[in-house]
T-cell receptor, first 111, second 115 residues
C-alpha cells in the first residue's frame, strides 16, 4: 500500500464547476500536510497547507480528517488555469522536513 | 520571487558523462535540502537528504556512489550523476525550507536526457 494515495484522474470538468480531490495517508504519526500544484514539466508549487481546522484560500478549501487519515481539496468556480496535477503531500518527520508525495490527481478544466 | 534556484534547467549529454546539478537557497540558509527525481507520469520520489557539513542520507534503492551529493555551504547543495546512462534520464528537483516545519520550496528542476 502506498503511503499517500490519490485518485490519478483525470478529472475533466467544465469552467465554473466545483471539483473535490481526496487523499489518504497511511502513517497516523504524520505531522504536516500540504497541497502542491504541478504544471506539466514544471516543479511543484505550494498551493496551501492543510490544517485540522480546515482552511480556505479564495476558491480553494482544504480539510484534514486525522481520525480517518484523509485530506481533501475543494476547488470552486474552476478556471481554465486551474488545469494541472494536484499533489497531496505529507510530512512524516518534522525534524527533517522530509516530504512524501502522492501520485497526483490530474485536473483538466474545459471551456 | 524565486526562493530556491536550480541550475542547469536542461541537460542533454552522451552516455557515460557525469552531470552536476546545483541547488541554491537564495535568501536563507538551508542546513537541509532534499533531492527528488520524477519519471514521466509519476510522482516525485525522494532520492536523498542533503545535510550541510555531513554525509547525505540516501533513500533505499538510490546508489550513493552514482548520485554524489555535496552540501558544502548553507546555501548550496550539488547532485552529481556519475557516468550517466539513458535510464538516468529524468526530472531532478531540489527543495529546501526557510525553517523547520515550514513548506518546502522547490527549485525549477533539471531535465536530464542521456543519449
Amino acid at each position: 500500500r502506498k503511503e499517500v494515495e490519490q485518485d490519478p484522474g483525470p478529472f475533466n470538468v467544465p469552467e465554473g464547476a466545483t471539483v473535490a480531490f481526496n487523499c489518504t495517508y497511511s502513517n497516523s504519526a504524520s505531522q504536516s500536510f500540504f497541497w502542491y500544484r504541478q504544471d506539466c514539466r514544471k516543479e511543484p508549487k505550494l498551493l496551501m497547507s492543510v490544517y485540522s481546522s480546515g482552511n480556505e484560500d479564495g476558491r480553494f478549501t482544504a480539510q484534514l480528517n486525522r481520525a480517518s487519515q484523509y485530506i481533501s481539496l475543494l476547488i470552486r468556480d474552476s478556471k481554465l488555469s486551474d488545469s494541472a496535477t494536484y499533489l497531496c503531500v505529507v510530512n512524516y518527520n518534522n525534524a527533517g522536513n522530509m516530504l512524501t508525495f502522492g501520485g497526483g490527481t490530474r485536473l483538466m478544466v474545459k471551456p | 520571487g524565486a526562493v530556491v534556484s536550480q541550475h542547469p534547467s536542461w541537460v542533454i549529454c552522451k552516455s557515460g558523462t557525469s552531470v552536476k546539478i546545483e541547488c541554491r537557497s537564495l535568501d536563507f540558509q538551508a542546513t537541509t535540502m532534499f533531492w527528488y527525481r520524477q519519471f514521466p507520469k509519476q510522482s516525485l520520489m525522494l532520492m536523498a537528504t542533503s545535510n550541510e557539513g555531513s554525509k547525505a542520507t540516501y533513500e533505499q534503492g538510490v546508489e550513493k556512489d552514482k548520485f554524489l551529493i555535496n552540501h558544502a555551504s548553507l546555501t548550496l547543495s550539488t547532485l552529481t550523476v556519475t557516468s550517466a546512462h539513458p535510464e538516468d534520464s529524468s526530472f531532478y528537483i531540489c527543495s529546501a525550507s526557510r525553517r523547520l516545519n515550514q513548506p518546502q520550496h522547490f527549485g525549477d528542476g533539471t531535465r536530464l536526457s542521456i543519449l
